[in-house]
């Protein structure tokens, strides 16, 4: 009798959200429980704790703690391609190519948020995918940290016929600036030293948007404000800004 054909290893990018074990999916956690190994990024930021990521992973699903390998995540360039980034990409996808060498059929790399936003991921799956061409690379989407302060701050994203724009501060103050003019809400990502600049163009292009910024959001240590509110010196790199229209009337958008 012919031997079952042997089964591809997976690759799966799963979203854990924004750091609300709560925010969890239901697919997440199955995903979690099931795979032989899970990769969680291992920042080096010099910081001894546990990374956002592996935490979310502990609370939701406390059984995979033995399974966890944590890969390199470097904090130290913001754009390009440089040296640093590339080794992390390549040992991430070392580490994963190390696990299915030793038997594991599944590989599933946790990150924060969507694995489909801003992530780390779809370069992982890249290099893995180069060096074991048979991999099935698969994707469950997470709870994104736009979403998360829309919810907390109670400011709908978008309603009716408005447009939606989200921008990384580290793409330049001029993208912001179009999309300031061009969208009714926009969501700005990693400001960090930039967010006094972020202050001063939401102030001169939109002065009637309700604008607030999120840091931590859904953690112990939410902090939710006006942007005009902020103390931008202290806002850490991952804050997460919400410009959207004043809506002064129920279907006053439609």
Same mark, same amino acid.
């Given at each position: 009798m012919p031997a079952a054909p042997a089964t591809p290893p997976t690759l799966t990018g799963?979203?854990?959200g924004p750091g609300d074990p709560e925010l969890v999916t239901v697919k997440a956690v199955r995903v979690l429980a099931a795979a032989d190994a899970i990769l969680v990024p291992d !920042?080096?930021?010099?910081?001894t704790e546990v990374g956002r990521a592996e935490q979310v992973v502990l609370h939701a699903c406390p059984e995979a703690a033995g399974r966890i390998v944590r890969v !390199?995540?470097?904090?130290?360039?913001?754009?390009?391609?440089?040296?640093?980034?590339r080794q992390s990409w390549e040992a991430s996808a070392q580490a994963a190519l190390?696990?299915?060498?030793?038997a594991a059929r599944?590989?599933?790399f946790a990150t924060v948020g969507d694995p489909s936003v801003y992530?780390?991921?779809?370069y992982l799956a890249a290099h893995v995918r180069d060096a074991l061409p048979d991999v099935v690379v698969e994707v469950v989407p997470g709870i994104t940290a736009m979403q998360a302060l829309a919810a907390a701050g109670r400011v709908p994203l978008v309603e009716a016929q408005e447009l939606l724009t989200l921008v !990384?501060?580290?793409?330049g103050l001029e993208t912001l600036a179009r999309a300031l003019e061009l969208s009714d809400t926009v969501v700005a990502y990693k400001g960090g030293r930039h967010l006094h600049e972020v202050q001063r163009l939401v102030r001169e292009r939109r002065p009637d948007a309700t604008a607030v910024i999120g840091v931590n959001v859904g953690l112990a240590g939410e902090q939710l404000m006006p942007l005009a509110e902020l103390d931008a010196d202290r806002a850490p790199y991952f804050s997460t800004v919400l410009v959207a229209p004043?809506?002064?009337a129920t279907g006053g958008r439609l």
């Amino acid at each position: 009798m012919p031997a079952a054909p042997a089964t591809p290893p997976t690759l799966t990018g799963v979203g854990v959200g924004p750091g609300d074990p709560e925010l969890v999916t239901v697919k997440a956690v199955r995903v979690l429980a099931a795979a032989d190994a899970i990769l969680v990024p291992d !920042p080096d930021t010099g910081a001894t704790e546990v990374g956002r990521a592996e935490q979310v992973v502990l609370h939701a699903c406390p059984e995979a703690a033995g399974r966890i390998v944590r890969v !390199p995540f470097s904090m130290a360039q913001r754009s390009g391609v440089g040296t640093k980034r590339r080794q992390s990409w390549e040992a991430s996808a070392q580490a994963a190519l190390d696990a299915y060498a030793g038997a594991a059929r599944s590989v599933a790399f946790a990150t924060v948020g969507d694995p489909s936003v801003y992530s780390t991921f779809s370069y992982l799956a890249a290099h893995v995918r180069d060096a074991l061409p048979d991999v099935v690379v698969e994707v469950v989407p997470g709870i994104t940290a736009m979403q998360a302060l829309a919810a907390a701050g109670r400011v709908p994203l978008v309603e009716a016929q408005e447009l939606l724009t989200l921008v !990384p501060v580290t793409a330049g103050l001029e993208t912001l600036a179009r999309a300031l003019e061009l969208s009714d809400t926009v969501v700005a990502y990693k400001g960090g030293r930039h967010l006094h600049e972020v202050q001063r163009l939401v102030r001169e292009r939109r002065p009637d948007a309700t604008a607030v910024i999120g840091v931590n959001v859904g953690l112990a240590g939410e902090q939710l404000m006006p942007l005009a509110e902020l103390d931008a010196d202290r806002a850490p790199y991952f804050s997460t800004v919400l410009v959207a229209p004043t809506r002064t009337a129920t279907g006053g958008r439609l």
